[in-house]
Nanobody, 124 residues
Framework: QLQLVESGGGLVQPGGSLRLSCAAS????????MSWYRQAPGKERELVAA?????????YYVDSVKGRCTISRDNAKNTVYLQMNSLKPEDTAVYYC????????????????WGQGTQVTVSS
């Protein structure tokens, strides 16, 4: 069965960096695109970044993080990463990964379930 385990979040000061990890299992990892989402209190869940299946040669980033974040994948480890630099208070949210289908900019979960997410807090 699908399992998604996010980690790497924490409390950082503005301008700091974090690397989030998502360990996935229960499906053929390399055959699917993967995405990172975030949800801040009182806001809708937002697509942050996505990476294409297999070699991950195509990526997508929402405008608000473009240039500050890098999504990558390691198929041998069934893991997707989100490197976050120059963090801002508005990046504060719970971050989730998921298995997705569709065009990267409008990707949606393939199986409908979610992990517990990892909390990112950017504050001075």
């Amino acid at each position: 069965q699908l399992q998604l385990v996010e980690s790497g979040g924490g409390l950082v000061q503005p301008g700091g960096s974090l690397r989030l990890s998502c360990a996935a299992s229960g499906f053929t990892f390399s055959g699917y695109a993967m995405s990172w989402y975030r949800q801040a209190p009182g806001k809708e869940r937002e697509l942050v970044a996505a990476i294409s299946s297999r070699g991950g040669s195509i990526t997508y980033y929402v405008d608000s993080v473009k240039g500050r974040c890098t999504i990558s994948r390691d198929n041998a480890k069934n893991t997707v990463y989100l490197q976050m630099n120059s963090l801002k208070p508005e990046d504060t949210a719970v971050y989730y990964c998921n298995v997705v289908v569709g065009a990267l900019s409008s990707s949606r979960p393939a199986f409908g379930s979610w992990g517990q997410g990892t909390q990112v807090t950017v504050s001075s």
